[in-house]
């Protein structure tokens, strides 16, 4: 697949990695000659110092040969240009665009994408990607990841293994027998720093990152089986007013009635602003930093601290002191992935990576097959996949202990006839059921085929 992508900041290098490293032909655009450099020397692509917007830079660049563009630089409207030239003048099949402004994102404007006017295939709009996970975050609060698929059906749990864990030294084949209620799959364990696919008679330790995927009706009942039984807390505090923490807050307020939200925004004009928007909650104006600030809102009567600033380190140190001042739980925004280990060093509960967000919802499109969700884990060390099974697929019709799964391959549910089915090696795939599998990065690719056709297609 050729691929441009315009912007090389840290979505931009993020998606320009996953797409090479897969062995697709990739051009990047970005108008600093700090950032194609640095993208030239890291990965195997071809940069291009210019502006994405323009024919004679997109022209350079291929989009003539082009099967996807993608468009992710800071500027909204930069990125919708970008992919009306790619359309106009090079007849791009595939446009995506990233667009942080919620005025272009309007029901009432949605007409302005369409082929008509502005032909963009895909919106990916980080602030509402981040603000639901967030949202999905303090609904279950004994995670440290939630994701959702098959329409919601089917969710993802990623839990810390404590002391208290019921089910620590117990092989994973004897959960069924435990509880066979359950209906869940554990498909990735990271130990260690380390991230493998377990096999049914590896065990979990305590500290072990344990990923889970259930039918999402026995989401609780999982929890509990690992111990963790904490109740959506209704006291939310959230640092940073940006449109990530307003969109929180304004949710919150429309989905539960009962919670109690206060917001410190360090800005006196958008805290203004925001508090004539919100209905419901308390704006405060200072620093999540000011220990006199996070009491003035009670922060050690708190639920939870959300921490949404466009500051990781600000972030990362005001969820600490949450912490510190009496506040139960933590939830931290954290871009640099390099940060990411240190905020669960400081007691942080758990943390949101808008890039690996963003990348995720990308890469949904970008995925060959019938692929119908994506979600990233471990910064790109595997990845969950939702993808719908073909007559023609390895997959249909063979007991799944007949299907010699390779390392780094499982299977966490299949949705037949709207029914989840928690998998055993007596289970069979049928044409059209939905699938959910983990791989390892290595092996993507494969799923990717098993998505498509049988082997002997290739």
């Known amino acids: 697949m050729r691929v441009v992508i315009c912007g090389a900041g840290q979505v931009g290098f993020g998606i320009a990695a996953r797409l090479a490293a897969e062995n697709n032909n990739v051009t990047v655009i970005d108008q600093s000659q700090r950032l194609v450099t640095a993208i030239r020397e890291t990965l195997d692509v071809r940069g291009f110092v210019g502006h994405g917007a323009h024919p004679d830079v997109l022209a350079q660049a291929g989009a003539d040969e082009a099967d996807m563009i993608i468009a992710v630089t800071l500027y909204d409207e930069v990125n919708m ?12 099949p595939t446009k995506i665009a990233r667009v942080r402004s919620q005025s272009y994102l309007q029901k009432h404007w949605s007409n302005l994408f369409s082929r008509d006017h502005l032909p963009i295939d895909v919106i990916i709009s980080p602030e ?22 098959a329409d919601d059906r089917v969710t993802m749990l990623g839990i810390v293994c404590g002391e208290d864990c019921p089910v620590i030294d117990t092989p994973l084949v004897q959960l069924t027998e435990l509880f066979p209620d359950l209906n869940s799959t554990v498909v990735g364990i990271v130990r260690n720093g380390k991230l493998f696919v377990p096999h049914s008679r590896d065990q ?79 704006v405060l104006n200072g620093s999540a930093l000011d220990a006199a600030i996070l009491k ?21 140190l005001s969820a600490a002191l949450a912490k510190q001042l009496g506040c139960r739980r933590s939830v931290s925004l954290v871009n640099d992935p390099a940060l990411s280990p240190l905020s669960r060093s400081v007691g942080i509960d758990a943390y949101v990576n808008p890039r690996a967000v963003t990348i995720s919802r990308i890469l949904q499109h970008v995925r060959r097959g019938r692929i119908r969700n994506v979600h990233t884990i471990q910064e790109g060390a595997a990845e969950l996949i939702e ?63 098993m998505a498509r056709v049988s082997l002997e297609y290739f």
């Open 81 to 92: 240009v970008a992919c009306q030239v790619a359309h106009s003048l090079f007849a791009v």
């Open 128 to 149: 509402v990607e981040v603000g639901e996970m967030v949202l999905r975050r303090l609904a279950q609060p004994g995670a440290v990841e939630t994701i959702s698929f």
């Open 204 to 282: 979990m330790f305590v500290g072990d990152l344990v990923y889970v995927v259930t039918e999402t009706g026995r989401v609780k009942r999982t929890l509990t089986v690992f111990g963790k039984e904490e109740q959506f807390g209704s006291r939310v505090v959230i640092s940073g007013g940006g449109n990530i923490g307003f969109y929180v807050a304004q949710n919150l307020e429309k989905r539960n009635a009962r919670a109690k939200i206060k917001v410190i925004e360090s800005n006196h004009d958008r805290a203004v602003e925001i508090a004539e928007a919100l209905d419901r909650t308390v």
């Open 296 to 316: 003035e809102a009670d922060i050690d009567q708190a639920d939870t601290m959300i921490a949404l600033t466009n500051d990781d380190k600000v972030n990362i």
């Open 387 to 449: 993808a719908e099974a073909l007559e023609t697929s390895p997959l249909v019709g063979r007991q799944l202990r007949n299907l010699d799964l390779p390392d780094g391959m499982r299977i966490g549910a299949i949705i037949h006839k709207n029914e989840v089915i928690s998998p055993n090696g007596d289970s069979q795939i049928a044409p059209g059921d939905r699938f959910i599998m983990f791989a390892t990065a290595d092996q993507v690719p494969r799923v990717e085929q």
